[in-house]
T-cell receptor, first 113, second 114 residues
Framework: GAVVSQHPSRVICKSGTSVKIECRSLDFQATTMFWYRQFPKQSLMLMATSNEGSKATYEQGVEKDKFLINHASLTLSTLTVTSAHPEDSSFYIC?????????FGPGTRLTVT | EDKVVQSPLSLVVHEGDTVTLNCSYEVTNFRSLLWYKQEKKAPTFLFMLTSSGIEKKSGRLSSILDKKELFSILNITATQTGDSAVYLCAVEADSGGSNYKLTFGKGTLLTVNP
């Protein structure tokens, strides 16, 4: 089956620093990747849709300058949380689409102290 | 704005019980409805439903979609403690061009006690 990896799985950073999260489709090429955020005991909220080679489409309320998304190749998308603050602490999950199905990565737990 | 509502939000049952989880939706440009199981990490795919009235089945789990009434149910028979998880319903809709997106419900937390 299609496999999506994320790195790192867990990261702790200090307030004001930036953190990069990678999402890779391991055995397929993904034209489109999605980034979600999940708060404790809540559902996944779509942050942005990322198409290879073009600018990401952000959902309403998501700050483009804070959550930088780059989809440089068909197997890699990155999410950079810039100038992180404690309220950015969350579980971030990416997914990659293949033939109209989405395959989820294992998620990244970000804690900003 | 696309909306997906799941009920109940949480449910506690005993092993062997049968449960029914509900998902209703309001979306523009509906494409499909998906069910996921989420334990500790990322969701794992259960079913994709695109047509009304056709039951999809996998072991003790089954699901059906009603596109007229805009809802779906997920049934789990003979529940086991390993079924304890959050069950997420998501609706896939076209968002313009060749893009589409998933809108998730809040999930149903199922706890199966021995």
């Amino acid at each position: 089956g299609a496999v999506v990896s994320q790195h790192p799985s867990r990261v702790i950073c200090k307030s004001g620093t930036s953190v990069k999260i990678e999402c890779r489709s391991l055995d397929f090429q993904a034209t489109t990747m999605f980034w979600y955020r999940q708060f404790p005991k809540q559902s996944l909220m779509l942050m942005a849709t990322s198409n290879e080679g073009s600018k990401a489409t952000y959902e309403q309320g998501v700050e483009k300058d804070k959550f930088l998304i780059n989809h440089a190749s068909l197997t890699l998308s990155t999410l950079t949380v810039t100038s992180a603050h404690p309220e950015d602490s969350s579980f971030y999950i990416c997914s990659a689409s293949l033939a109209y199905e989405q395959y989820f990565g294992p998620g990244t737990r970000l804690t900003v102290t | 704005e696309d909306k997906v509502v799941q009920s109940p939000l949480s449910l506690v049952v005993h092993e062997g019980d049968t449960v029914t989880l509900n998902c209703s939706y309001e979306v523009t440009n509906f494409r499909s409805l998906l069910w996921y199981k989420q334990e500790k990490k990322a969701p794992t795919f259960l079913f994709m439903l695109t047509s009304s009235g056709i039951e999809k089945k996998s072991g003790r789990l089954s699901s059906i979609l009603d596109k007229k009434e805009l809802f779906s149910i997920l049934n789990i028979t003979a529940t086991q403690t390993g079924d304890s998880a959050v069950y997420l319903c998501a609706v896939e809709a076209d968002s313009g061009g060749s893009n589409y997106k998933l809108t998730f419900g809040k999930g149903t937390l199922l706890t199966v006690n021995p």
